[in-house]
């Protein structure tokens, strides 16, 4: 059950609840896509608080939230918001948890989603929390996956690029854990998954640590791959290191399953060649736009709960 509960690790979303959101998804991308309108969240204000740079996540939660018919309001910078005056995330969340009835907070600090949940009397949606996790958007990967395959097990999936600072790999690592998936970690040695993630996993007997691209081009059926986070970086001589380590371009995707696919949460940078973006295989722009429908789910579940027609 999802009603009134705060989204700060995937931890927070049970197994049975993903498959509640991928059906109630289906439902309202059908909805968006017959230019239906919606009343759901009438009266209903959602607030954001992005204080790191973001496209998909606060566009898509903020039209999924205007496509149920709800309200937002924003900060789109720390420094448009009292927090550069000094003010902590306790006393940010408790105004915002007076203004609005749900809150989405990207930060750069890990932990910073669990702090405002702590403190907040509304549910609070982790849009990103440093290195830490990204849970909106594994589910929406998840929901890809099972809009493309029809389930979310029985897959060999590779993680590719950087698993060390990358969050969207230590959420998505822990949801697809769950199930029975063969995991390959695929990323240069100093970007390798942090041991802390990999100590959390229940089921280590399927993840492939080390592996090379070559080695599992052949047999993966969804390569997810990840920008190198060089904002992350202590020392910009590592990042000198490992820029281009991978580039998914033709001559790999012809070597790939014919019914693999390739995601990326995006931004990309250089990790995949536009000349592929019209592949079959490319499923990255997909995976954004369904943030959109995955989010409204998610909304409606926690604020309302009820069913959809
Ligand atoms: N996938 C993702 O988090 O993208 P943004 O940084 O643009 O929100």
Known sequence: MLKGKSIVSIDDVETEDFYEIFHRASIFKKTVKEGKSLELMKGRIMSTFFFEPSTRTRLSFESAMNRLGGSVISVSEAKNSSAAKGETIADTIRMASSYSDIVVMRHPMEGAARV?????TVPVLNGGDGSGQHPT????DLFTIWEKYGKIEDLEISLVGDLKYGRTVHSLIKALNRFNNKINLVSPEILQMPDHFLNTLKNRTKINLNSNIDEVLQTTD???VTRIQKERFVDLNDYQKVIGSYSFNQELVDRMKDNAIIMHPLPRVDEIDPKIDGNKRAYYFIE????????????DLILRGGKVE
């Open 116 to 120: 405002a949940s702590e403190f907040s």
């Open 137 to 140: 958007q594994t589910l929406l």
């Open 222 to 224: 969804v390569f997810y």
């Open 288 to 299: 954004a736009a369904n943030g959109v429908f995955v989010r409204m789910a998610l909304i």
